[in-house]
């Protein structure tokens, strides 16, 4: 029993020490070296430069995919309009080549769509990656704190390193999930694009094409339509909130940054200038200093949850109430139904299939 009443008076006594004044002129001391390891710490500069590389990265390689996307409509009329083909001459004179070269050219178009579709989920997954890793090394940079600290702070310390290691769980869940999304999205609408292609190029080659003045507007007309139909249905909504996903977390995750990398200094800075009343109040309520960042990741995961419709309002405040972790968010599935079954054999009409010499199965 004697036992037990001094480990509670113990534990007592470190509870009031830490609530007490924190008093610079106590627990100074002996001011740091100014070559120590750590007070190199207090120059900044704490977010990886390749957090910022891959941001770039990303966000080029999604213009360069947009600017895919808008030019398709005019690619679509340049190519597969019968003004091109007429203005060569008589039929007679038609000139195959330059008629096959145009329709090569709708194939190499979607090729290109898909490779650009491609680079942007690579680009985006790798910064995203990035976001969540240079999270995590600015958690590790507070492991440069000496730990030659009074036992009080130390106490307001350990709980101020558990509330920023709790974000970065937050944060890094949050990212994984815009990640899930916008991979399924891209790899999906790539795949679609690259098996259209495919199909159109195995038409030319082994369906041995007529090629005059009637079966070419035919067939133009078709691979029109249906090129709409399946650029559209690849290209649709899913697509655009990929777009409005990674830009609304590419913008967060720069702003998230920005803070912790004030946060650490702020800290270094009141670590190695003393004065620990006035400048490490902050260390005297975690949880209130790190809230405007969890409303930040709250607020994003309410836009995930209007743009994607995942049914997820508020998942981030209850976990933080609950401490209770949740199932990993659903997957979007994937566009596998653009292109009709037995394309484009089944839609042809009896005209058209006439159009060719030998009609195989894909």
């Known amino acids: 029993m004697t036992l037990h009443w001094n480990y509670l008076a113990l534990w007592l ?25 750590w007070s190199q710490a207090i120059k900044g ?13 990303a966000e080029n390689s999604k213009l360069d995919f947009q600017n895919q996307v808008r030019n398709f409509r005019e690619h679509l009329q340049r190519n597969l309009t019968m003004s091109n083909v007429l203005s060569l001459g ?12 145009k329709l090569h050219e709708l194939s190499e178009f979607f090729y290109a769509a898909a490779d650009a579709a491609r680079i942007f989920a690579r680009d985006s997954e790798t910064s995203y990656e990035f976001a969540k890793n240079s999270s995590y090394t600015l958690l590790l940079q507070l492991r440069q704190i000496p730990s030659t600290q009074p036992i009080p702070v130390k106490m307001l310390l350990t709980n101020y390193f558990a509330e920023m290691e709790f974000f970065h769980i937050m944060f890094s869940e949050i990212i994984d999930e815009a990640l899930e999304y916008t991979q399924n999205i891209l790899l999906a609408t790539q795949k679609t694009f690259t098996y259209y292609a495919d199909v159109q190029r195995f038409v ?12 070419c507007q035919e067939y133009m007309e078709f691979l029109k339509h249906y090129s709409d139909q399946i650029f559209k249905c690849a290209a ?8 409005d996903v990674f830009a609304m977390t590419e913008l967060t995750s720069k702003y998230v940054m920005r803070q912790l990398e004030f946060r650490i200094q702020r800290l270094f800075n009141c670590l190695y200038l003393g004065s620990y009343e006035i400048r490490c109040k902050f260390l005297l309520n975690a949880e209130k200093d790190f809230e405007m960042l969890f409303t930040k990741i709250e607020e994003l995961e309410i836009f995930y949850d209007l743009r994607m419709k995942n049914g997820r309002v508020s998942a981030l405040r209850q976990r933080r109430q609950n401490h209770i972790e949740e199932a990993a968010p659903t997957g ?3 566009q596998d139904n653009c292109i009709p079954l037995d394309f484009p054999r089944s839609q042809m009409h009896k005209s058209l299939k006439q159009c060719f010499y030998s009609i195989t199965e894909y």
């Not at 500069?45 to 990265?57: E, N, V």
């Not at 649709?236 to 777009?243: C, D, E, H, M, S």
């Open 236 to 243: 649709g909504r899913g697509l655009n909130v990929a777009f």
């Open 45 to 57: 500069d704490y977010i990886p430069m390749q957090f910022y590389d891959a941001m770039r990265s």
């Open 90 to 101: 008589h039929e007679n004179q038609l000139n195959t080549q330059h008629q096959r070269t």
């Open 13 to 37: 006594l470190c509870i009031v020490g830490a609530l007490q004044p924190i008093k610079s002129s106590e627990y100074i001391g002996r001011p740091i070296p100014r070559h120590d390891k």
């Open 204 to 215: 030319l080659q082994n369906w041995n094409f007529k090629g005059d003045v009637g079966c």
């Open 332 to 334: 979007v599935k994937a």
